[in-house]
């Protein structure tokens, strides 16, 4: 009888402990934060634990035994790129000797697509003023949106929009080449091609609108080798151009080298030529600005109009053209390929300040 109740006083002894309990919580990522690629998971417990789990929107996604845990923490990685782009819910699991506990869940965005971005303004727009500038963003999470002059930044934003407001105010008038760049939450970068555009803040006139030039002149190889386009300064106050801006456009695929000019006067040969380059492109732009041009030009185009002012920003300027009182634009073909080519020639001429 006292055998019996010693080995039952024993066996309720060795049964009469709860498991001890087990928890854990979420070090890392971050609540609200954006991920990508494979990140490591950290999930801090206490108890006997045994296994780990991780939980992507309620679906076990990553698992781990408790042999890697260090002073009760556990890190495993999690390859984010085999859950769908957009907000998840992230949750921790732990396993212990008869119980087992989930953490509090956190919400972050994965998001493993590269921003896209294009600039929707045409090539070489007169722009002035505070200009609405038309973007394409495709990209949720937008870190920031870089409109760019080189290595400046002239705006930005920091949301998905429609268009980037510039104040061109700031910004020298004449020919710039702008460029978007996006940058995502995850640190992914789009930029785009350089764009050429023209701010004029002080005034501005289009020789194809004032002086109806009809852009439909032909380059002709053989005996006729070169076409000038003379292109008479529009404006009630010629005198005050500052800075001119001409393009040259043919169609590339052409395989046509073509040298392009510009200057004051009839021609190179009749004139003074200020500005020259060659290209197989299908585009050439001449950006010229009195001030900066040298000594021995400016002396030249002075000659023809002795009244002008040494000091002037402004290019000399009288009514006869066969001095200054014209611009033109010179075509010279230095490598044909066929016997004709359609070329268009634009000229805007922006005015310095009152």
Same mark, same amino acid.
């Given at each position: 009888?006292i055998?019996s109740?010693?080995? +039952?006083?024993t066996v /309720?002894?060795?049964?009469?402990g709860?498991?001890?309990?087990v928890?854990c919580? /979420?070090?890392?990522?971050?609540a609200d934060?954006?991920?990508d690629? *494979?990140?490591?998971v950290?999930?801090g @417990?206490?108890?006997p634990a045994?296994?780990?789990?991780?939980?992507?929107n309620?679906?076990? %996604?990553v698992?781990?035994?408790?042999?890697?845990?260090v #002073?009760?923490?556990i890190?495993? %990685?999690?390859?984010t790129t085999? *859950?769908a782009d957009g907000?998840?819910?992230?949750?921790?699991?732990? =396993?212990g000797d008869?119980?087992?506990?989930e953490s509090d869940?956190? &919400?972050?965005?994965?998001?493993?697509t590269a921003?896209q971005?294009s +600039?929707d303004?045409?090539?070489? !727009?007169?722009?002035?003023g505070s @200009?609405?500038?038309?973007?394409?963003?495709?990209?949720t999470?937008?870190s920031?949106?870089? $409109?760019?002059?080189?290595? !400046?930044?002239v705006?930005?934003?920091t *949301?998905d929009?429609a268009?980037?407001?510039?104040d061109t105010? &700031?910004?020298?008038?004449?020919?710039?080449?702008i460029r978007?760049?996006?940058?995502?939450a995850?640190?992914?970068v789009a930029?785009?091609?350089?764009l050429?555009?023209?701010?004029?803040n002080n005034?501005?006139?289009l020789a194809? #609108?004032?002086?109806g030039?009809?852009?439909?002149?032909?380059v002709v *190889?053989?005996e006729?080798?070169?076409?000038?386009?003379?292109?008479?300064?529009?404006?009630?106050d010629?005198?005050?151009i500052?800075r001119?801006?001409t393009?040259l456009?043919?169609d590339p695929?052409?395989a046509?080298? $073509?040298?392009?000019?510009?200057?004051?006067?009839f021609?190179p040969?009749?004139g003074?030529?200020?500005a020259?380059?060659?290209?197989?492109?299908g585009?050439?732009? /001449?950006? =010229?600005a009195?001030?900066?041009?040298?000594?021995?030009l400016?002396?030249?185009?002075?000659?023809?109009?002795p009244?002008h002012?040494e000091d002037?920003?402004a290019f000399p300027f009288n009514? #006869?053209?066969?001095t200054c009182?014209a @611009?033109f634009?010179h075509? &010279?073909?230095l490598e044909a390929n066929?016997n004709?080519?359609?070329i268009h020639? &634009?000229f805007?001429f922006?005015?310095?300040?009152e």
């Amino acid at each position: 009888m006292i055998r019996s109740a010693l080995l +039952l006083l024993t066996v /309720l002894a060795g049964c009469s402990g709860d498991p001890e309990p087990v928890e854990c919580w /979420l070090v890392s990522p971050s609540a609200d934060g954006v991920v990508d690629g *494979t990140i490591d998971v950290s999930i801090g @417990f206490s108890g006997p634990a045994r296994q780990f789990e991780v939980l992507v929107n309620d679906v076990v %996604t990553v698992e781990a035994d408790a042999s890697s845990a260090v #002073d009760s923490v556990i890190t495993v %990685t999690w390859d984010t790129t085999s *859950t769908a782009d957009g907000p998840v819910s992230l949750r921790a699991r732990v =396993v212990g000797d008869g119980s087992e506990e989930e953490s509090d869940p956190i &919400n972050v965005v994965v998001d493993n697509t590269a921003p896209q971005a294009s +600039l929707d303004l045409e090539r070489l !727009s007169v722009i002035e003023g505070s @200009f609405g500038v038309p973007v394409t963003i495709e990209e949720t999470n937008v870190s920031e949106a870089r $409109l760019m002059i080189g290595d !400046s930044t002239v705006a930005s934003v920091t *949301t998905d929009v429609a268009e980037i407001v510039w104040d061109t105010t &700031n910004t020298r008038s004449g020919l710039h080449s702008i460029r978007l760049v996006v940058v995502d939450a995850a640190g992914r970068v789009a930029e785009t091609e350089p764009l050429p555009v023209i701010v004029a803040n002080n005034g501005y006139r289009l020789a194809d #609108d004032e002086v109806g030039y009809d852009p439909g002149e032909w380059v002709v *190889t053989g005996e006729h080798t070169r076409i000038t386009a003379a292109m008479n300064v529009p404006g009630t106050d010629p005198s005050n151009i500052v800075r001119v801006v001409t393009w040259l456009t043919w169609d590339p695929a052409s395989a046509w080298r $073509l040298q392009y000019s510009t200057g004051q006067g009839f021609c190179p040969e009749r004139g003074v030529r200020y500005a020259v380059e060659d290209s197989d492109s299908g585009e050439i732009i /001449l950006d =010229v600005a009195w001030a900066e041009l040298g000594e021995s030009l400016r002396a030249a185009a002075m000659r023809n109009v002795p009244t002008h002012p040494e000091d002037s920003e402004a290019f000399p300027f009288n009514d #006869d053209p066969a001095t200054c009182g014209a @611009f033109f634009g010179h075509v &010279n073909p230095l490598e044909a390929n066929g016997n004709d080519i359609d070329i268009h020639v &634009n000229f805007v001429f922006l005015y310095g300040e009152e």
